[in-house]
């Protein structure tokens, strides 16, 4: 009981003292302490922690409103004496104070203890979050490309500050949305024959719907899920970039039409570059390097065993048995290429 009242205690006696210090204690003169961040939406103030992520600079940590942190910052000197001589050389020590009642030594080490204490209160406090006008624009760019990204094309964003107390401030971020798009039609122009199968074949399974919000990440998981399906069906060639989705104009009340193209595949050779139709590709050789490291990169592998389409290489003596080895290989000799298989046996 004794030790709960003896934790409360000083509890309120820290919460006292950090009450009465001075919150803008290190802020510098032509500054100003962040105090607090709002967000009005079409004129409302928004509590939504997911639209306040795209704000770049936060005010100090509160616990039950009070910033802790800043106070236990604000208790030590981010200056502090860097050496005993410096500490000698203050005011403090300047009058005598310790040499009439301590030795050198004593003294010594009450210079470590303060700088101790120091240390550990700039250590575990939260120095003083200023308020930053390039901070503040980039957070409002920000919140204007979220609100972009989501299908409000027509989006505006802008922030002003207020002085709210001596040397604090707060921010208002303000967002004008408009009206929010969404897909109509969607269709696909194709040039490869396998792909444009490949594709209608599992068209159901499209992240990209009708009458859906046009937002930014959907496409990219439809990019993402088309990459996925075509590598897995043997179409080694194909890559991110080498599809694009095209929008109309506004067709409608804020309805937009969506194509996704697909051209052949651009391919080089020497300086010509000409387009080809993607084709499923299958497995020749499947080499496996057992003891394979940078150092030996260039050098000529000493033993080799073919096994049912494998070949295993080895720099020194081959050390394990190829009947095992294959046991771990998802990649077969003649079958259609896949990323996942290739991921499996890595």
């Known amino acids: 009981m004794f030790k709960h009242l003896t934790k409360i205690l000083f509890f309120v006696l820290m919460l006292i003292l950090f009450i009465r210090c001075n919150t803008v204690k290190y802020v510098p003169e032509e500054d100003y302490l962040l105090k607090k961040n709002n967000v009005f939406l079409n004129e409302e103030k928004s509590t939504n922690d997911k639209i306040k992520s795209y704000i770049k600079q936060r005010p100090n940590q509160t616990t039950l409103g009070v910033p802790l942190q800043l106070h236990f910052y604000n208790l030590g000197d981010p200056e502090y004496y860097k050496t005993f001589e410096d500490w000698q050389a203050g005011e403090t020590v300047k009058d005598h104070t310790y040499e009439s009642l301590l030795s050198k030594k004593q003294t010594f080490a009450l210079f470590n203890i303060n700088k101790g204490f120091n240390s550990w209160f700039i250590t575990k406090g939260q120095a003083p979050i200023l308020f930053d006008s390039h901070k503040a624009e980039k957070s409002a760019k920000s919140l204007k490309d979220y609100f972009i990204s989501n299908g409000f094309f027509e989006a505006e964003t802008s922030f002003d500050t207020t002085i709210v107390k001596d040397k604090q401030l707060e921010i208002y971020y303000r967002i004008k949305s408009g009206k929010q798009y969404y897909l109509d039609s969607i269709s696909a122009e194709i040039e490869s024959p396998i792909l444009d199968s490949l594709y209608n074949q599992h068209k159901e399974q499209s992240v990209l719907k009708p009458n859906n919000p046009f937002i930014f990440d959907e496409f990219e998981k439809e990019e993402s899920r088309l990459v996925k399906l075509f590598r897995n069906s043997g179409i ?53 390097y057992t ?3 940078i150092k030996n990169k260039n050098k000529t592998p000493h033993d080799s065993v073919a096994y049912n389409g494998y070949n295993f290489y080895s720099y020194g003596k081959l050390k394990y048995k190829p009947k095992h080895l294959t046991n771990a290989l998802f990649i077969s000799p003649k079958e259609i290429y896949k990323d996942l298989e290739a991921d499996l046996t890595r």
């Open 236 to 288: 080694y060639h194909f890559k991110k970039n080498s599809m694009g989705f095209w929008t109309d104009s506004v067709q409608g009340d804020y309805y937009k039409d969506i194509v996704l193209k697909i051209p052949n595949r651009i391919k080089k050779e020497g300086d010509s570059t000409y387009k080809i139709p993607y084709k499923i590709q299958r497995v020749n050789r499947i080499n496996v």
């Open 291 to 293: 003891d394979f490291t």
